[in-house]
């Protein structure tokens, strides 16, 4: 409607008219002092109009009993009405399951008008007697009784009443496997051939906005007319939401002649100021509003029928006749709305079809991604059909800090600032997201340097105006019908199409689409990345491994004893500070960085001088200059901490120091204790001067447990772990970025300085853990200018005497190697033979065990037998061969355990357990101990290990005592087992 009706808008229960072509009256329940137990209390002005009623007035009949107005059989047929109308009103709990899930009702729903045909009358004439009677709800207890001929001079066919054939008729028109607008067009075409007193039958349908569209047009043939509504957009003003509620309520809305009677109701005193509500009324007086509207547009008559899809409006079929006035009777109005809804239950199938196909399109043009190098690539083939697909106008890519492509319209697309707002704005990620810039709708995600973005301009600009199809019939009308498509063009309600949901499923498709496109193709590139950088943290620790061995090799014969022992003992130390860098890996890897921090006792400059000897083969190697500086006494007492944490803080920033020096340069490490932590950032602060940029990440005062604040405040001390190198400096701007992981930077103009690697994140999530901080400070080399950089690692720590009594039990690394760390064996044998059963591929495992378990055995006079198998079925060959062995008395052979690996051929260690379990329980042997000896450090192959029977897992490579105490279970066991069974031997 144009502005013109906007102070006159719709209301349900404010229009108290009728339309003149039939007869209105209202009936309410009472059970008292009325026979037929209905009171009339409402009638249409018109009613003494009617043949079949008797009195003067309207007053004769108001507050009368309804069979005084009515024979007796037309009041039980009205009664029966009234029961059928009011139980549909009831909910049938009676006859619903209790699983069955129920929704509130619109607060508009109501059941069905029930209906019947009466002769009221006496007239002999039975075509002139009859009428429809009609039943509907109104106001609480009161039901509305509309009364029409069933043949009329302005009905809309011109032969007989219709029936069921007739709209079997109907649906019979619509053709095999169409669609939506093909079942709707040939719907529109019957039913205006089926009614040939309206000339125009249109079909409406209303977009997701609220405008509507006119999709098909069907003109009475023979009939005269210029114009054309096809094509036609109307604003959702046209239909007030009032409007289409009360269409959606009713199925069908007439009104019979735009210039036509209005007829006004009468009811009885107690109800004179009460509006009777007749929003479910079929002959309800349209506004006048509405009325001339259609006036302007030349329409004499029309007929609205709804077309509801899935419970929402999806349009509705439009009917206007111009040159009479048209009284559509109950049964040609029932025909059109049956046979409407059984389309709109076809549209909805063809919907939900046409979406899985469309669907099924794009999966398969998707499916195309992989035959092209980029993404790139693929949008600028694929991406029209794409736009089609989606409904978008324009798509736009755009790479991190590179470039923006622009497919589709140039007209409608986005800047370079606008691109980087959208990744700021919403928090960018690989969730669907939706915006509107300057009347564009936008959808957006980013994947890793990617943004996309699909964009739809504005509804006007896309939309071709049919301008004026009917001039107006009065000049100077306040409603002008093609007033308001000037109105929709300035000022749209709503400027873009709207995002459906099924367009928003699609775009997820898309969105997963090239999510997977774009992560496989960085794939390759960051999975060499990391393996660079995993390589660094493993190279470094085998640095020393080799370094020491070398040494060794040169100077054989040369070194003394004492030499060459401190030489092994920094390979070995190496060794398991290689193999502490692959548990921090995994960690990072299982974001268990958070695991807990152990509390045991060293010395404080243990971690500087530990360091600082393994990392002395690689220094010399790199020809670097490494020194320590720990001084007593501060350095002399103990302290409570996580050595193994600490010394690989130290070891790793020894190992980038080294790294990124040059040949003759220097690197120290060197330890320091403060007092307080005042103490310590006031040093740091002094020592930053030197440099030319610094940073502090973390803080030792923040993010703490209770726990962890109550240890830092009985803290006597802090201690302060710093390494400083002569080397090529950072970057002031990289500074912050140093401890990410995976995480390169340049150092210096040369690439093979490039990459930190995993060393420095490791060293931050160890601090972190410790409720430590982490200072770095730089000078970048430049030309004629030294450089420099310094790491310094604050952490709290308690001396022993603060924190109480902690046994000593130190990093292994702080003992000396010789010093044995296995259990002596100590069980009275007698000459019994021991069979130990080693299975692994590898012959240098075997070899290395077989050494373990026999220098262990050494000295105890037990006869050991160690048994070998390379895989696992030789392995089931062997074990059954030593519990075979049996010569009885003091003299038998005692199977004691097995040492198994897990990945072996032929027959993997797990399922070789699982047959040896088996072949234990079918045969009555005693349970031998298996033993787990696997570099397999994942959780899930050890529970699969125990679920197939093994015991104890021990990991390669081992630590020191962890074969021998292995060792001592197995014998231990296979003897108590002996001596409960009372047997000799196995």
């Known amino acids: 409607m144009s502005d013109s009706c906007s102070g006159d808008p719709e209301r349900l229960a404010q229009i108290g008219h009728i339309q003149g072509c039939g007869y209105l009256f209202a009936v309410q329940e009472t059970t008292t002092g009325y026979p037929s137990g209905l009171r009339i209390v409402t009638v249409s002005q018109n009613i003494m109009e009617a043949p079949w009623v008797q009195g003067s007035s309207e007053s004769d009949i108001l507050g009368k009993d309804l069979g005084d107005m009515l024979r007796e059989e037309c009041v039980q047929t009205v009664r029966s009405l009234v029961t059928r109308y009011t139980q549909a009103s009831q909910p049938r709990n009676d006859r619903i399951s209790p699983k069955v899930n129920r929704t509130t009702a619109d607060v508009y729903s109501c059941p069905a008008a029930a209906h019947a045909?009466?002769?009221?009358?006496?007239?002999?004439?039975?075509?002139?007697?009859?009428?429809?009677?009609?039943?509907?709800?109104?106001?609480?207890?009161?039901?509305?009784?509309?009364?029409?001929?069933?043949?009329?001079?302005?009905?809309?066919?011109?032969?007989?009443?219709?029936?069921?054939?007739?709209?079997?008729?109907?649906?019979?028109?619509?053709?095999?496997?169409?669609?939506?607008?093909?079942?709707?067009?040939?719907?529109?075409?019957?039913?205006?051939?089926?009614?040939?007193?309206?000339?125009?039958?249109?079909?409406?349908r209303f977009a997701p906005d609220g405008h509507g569209e006119v999709i098909h047009e069907c003109i009475k043939r023979g009939f005269q007319v210029e114009s054309s509504f096809l094509g036609c957009h109307f604003p959702a003003s046209d239909i007030p939401p009032i409007a289409r509620r009360l269409l959606k309520l009713k199925g069908v809305t007439f009104i019979a002649d735009t210039s036509g009677q209005r007829v006004a109701i009468s009811s009885i005193p107690e109800r004179a100021t009460t509006p009777l509500d007749l929003s479910r009324s079929a002959l309800r007086a349209p506004s006048p509003c509405h009325e001339q509207y259609l006036r302007n547009m030349g329409v004499r008559a029309s007929m609205a029928v709804a077309i509801t899809v899935g419970g929402e409006l999806w349009g509705n079929i439009n009917f206007h006749a111009y040159t009479r006035a048209v009284h559509p009777s109950c049964e040609e109005r029932i025909l059109a709305e049956t046979t409407v809804a059984i389309t709109g239950a076809l549209i909805m199938h063809y919907e939900r079809q046409e979406i899985a196909t469309t669907a099924l399109a794009l999966s398969r043009m998707l499916g195309r991604l992989k035959d092209y190098p980029r993404v790139n690539d693929f949008l600028s083939m694929e991406h029209q059909a794409l736009r089609d697909i989606l409904e978008v106008d324009t798509i736009v890519l755009y790479e991190h800090s590179r470039s923006?492509?622009?497919?589709?319209?140039?007209?409608?697309?986005?800047?370079?600032?606008?691109?980087?707002?959208?990744?700021?704005?919403?928090?960018?990620?690989?969730?669907?997201?939706?915006?509107?810039?300057?009347?564009?709708?936008?959808?957006?995600?980013?994947?890793?340097?990617?943004?996309?973005?699909?964009?739809?301009?504005?509804?006007?600009?896309?939309?071709?105006?049919?301008?004026?199809?009917?001039?107006?019939?009065?000049?100077?009308?306040?409603?002008?019908?093609?007033?308001?498509?000037?109105?929709?063009?300035?000022?749209?309600?709503?400027?873009?199409?709207l995002w459906s949901q099924a367009t928003t499923d699609l775009l997820n498709m898309v969105r997963r689409g090239f999510s997977s496109k774009i992560y496989a193709d960085a794939l390759p590139a960051a999975q060499q990345e990391t393996f660079a950088h995993v390589s660094h943290e493993l190279r470094t620790p085998f640095h020393g491994v080799m370094g020491s061995l070398e040494m060794l090799e040169e100077g054989h014969g040369t070194m003394d004893a004492e030499e060459q022992l401190g030489t092994i003992h920094s390979a070995v130390r190496c060794g398991k500070s290689m193999l502490s860098t692959l548990d921090d890996i995994l960690d990072i890897a299982k974001n268990r960085n958070n695991t807990e921090v152990a509390r045991r006792r060293f010395a404080a400059s243990s971690p500087i001088l530990l360091a600082v000897d393994a990392m002395k083969p690689f220094a010399i190697t790199e020809s670097v200059g490494l020194t320590a500086e720990t001084g007593p006494p501060d350095d002399a007492f103990e302290v409570v901490g996580d050595m193994r944490r600490v010394k690989t803080v130290v070891q790793n920033l020894v190992n980038n120091a080294i790294k990124f020096t040059p040949r003759e340069g220097k690197v120290a490490a060197s330890h320091r204790v403060f007092d307080s932590l005042q103490d310590a950032t006031d040093w740091w602060t002094k020592e930053t001067n030197r440099f030319e940029a610094s940073t502090w990440i973390g803080s030792p005062t923040s993010d703490m447990t209770d726990s962890a604040t109550e240890g830092t405040s009985r803290a006597a001390r802090w201690h302060v772990y710093c390494v400083e190198d002569s080397g090529v400096g950072v970057l002031p701007?990289?500074?912050?970025?140093?401890?990410?992981?995976?995480?390169?930077?340049?150092?210096?103009?040369?690439?093979?300085?490039?990459?930190?690697?995993?060393?420095?994140?490791?060293?931050?999530?160890?601090?972190?853990?410790?409720?430590?901080?982490?200072?770095?400070?730089?000078?970048?080399?430049?030309?004629?200018?030294?450089?420099?950089?310094?790491?310094?690692?604050?952490?709290?720590?308690?001396?022993?005497?603060?924190?109480?009594?902690?046994?000593?039990?130190?990093?292994?690394?702080?003992?000396?190697?010789?010093?044995?760390?296995?259990?002596?064996?100590c069980h009275?044998?007698?000459?019994?033979?021991?069979?130990?059963?080693?299975?692994?591929?590898?012959?240098?495992?075997?070899?290395?065990?077989?050494?373990?378990i026999r220098r262990h055995f050494r000295g105890s006079g037990a006869d050991v037998q160690v048994l070998s198998a390379t895989d696992g079925l030789m392995a089931l060959d062997v074990q059954t061969a030593a519990r075979h062995a049996r010569v009885g008395g003091s003299g038998g052979l005692v199977l004691a355990g097995i040492f198994m690996d897990f990945h072996l051929p032929n027959l993997d260690g797990i399922e070789c357990t699982r047959r040896i379990r088996v072949l234990e329980a079918a045969n009555g042997w005693p349970r031998v101990t298996i033993c787990g000896c696997t570099a397999d450090v994942t959780e899930g192959v050890r529970n699969s290990f125990q679920d197939a029977g093994g015991d104890e897992v021990i990991l390669k490579p081992w630590r020191p005592g962890q074969v021998e105490r292995a060792c001592n279970v197995m014998v231990a066991k296979a003897l108590d087992d002996e001596h409960q069974s009372g047997v000799a031997g196995i």
Not at 157 to 177: K, S
Not at 828 to 852: F, P, Q, T, W, Y
Request: glycine share 10%.
């Open 828 to 852: 009275n044998i007698g000459s019994r033979k021991i069979a130990l059963v080693v299975v692994d591929d590898h012959k240098v495992n075997v070899k290395l065990i077989e050494h373990k």
């Open 733 to 825: 701007a990289d500074l912050p970025h140093l401890v990410a992981a995976y995480k390169q930077v340049s150092h210096g103009v040369q690439k093979s300085y490039a990459g930190t690697g995993l060393g420095l994140h490791i060293c931050k999530a160890h601090v972190e853990a410790m409720f430590g901080a982490l200072g770095i400070a730089s000078t970048f080399a430049e030309e004629g200018k030294s450089g420099g950089t310094l790491f310094s690692v604050v952490l709290p720590l308690c001396s022993v005497e603060e924190e109480g009594a902690v046994d000593d039990v130190g990093d292994d690394t702080e003992k000396a190697v010789t010093k044995t760390t296995s259990t002596p064996f």
């Open 117 to 204: 045909g009466l002769v009221p009358g006496e007239e002999e004439d039975p075509t002139k007697a009859a009428f429809t009677f009609t039943l509907t709800g109104s106001d609480p207890g009161v039901y509305l009784v509309e009364v029409e001929r069933k043949h009329g001079p302005h009905s809309a066919r011109a032969h007989h009443t219709p029936g069921l054939l007739q709209m079997t008729d109907l649906m019979g028109c619509i053709p095999v496997g169409s669609n939506s607008l093909v079942s709707t067009a040939a719907l529109c075409d019957a039913l205006a051939e089926n009614m040939p007193a309206y000339e125009r039958v249109i079909v409406y």
């Open 404 to 497: 923006t492509t622009v497919y589709g319209k140039k007209d409608i697309s986005l800047t370079l600032s606008e691109c980087i707002e959208l990744l700021n704005g919403d928090g960018p990620g690989e969730t669907l997201f939706f915006r509107s810039l300057e009347a564009k709708g936008v959808a957006f995600f980013s994947v890793n340097t990617f943004l996309v973005v699909f964009l739809r301009g504005r509804i006007a600009d896309q939309i071709k105006w049919a301008g004026n199809p009917d001039a107006s019939m009065h000049d100077g009308a306040i409603v002008g019908p093609r007033a308001s498509f000037q109105q929709f063009m300035g000022t749209p309600a709503v400027p873009f199409k």
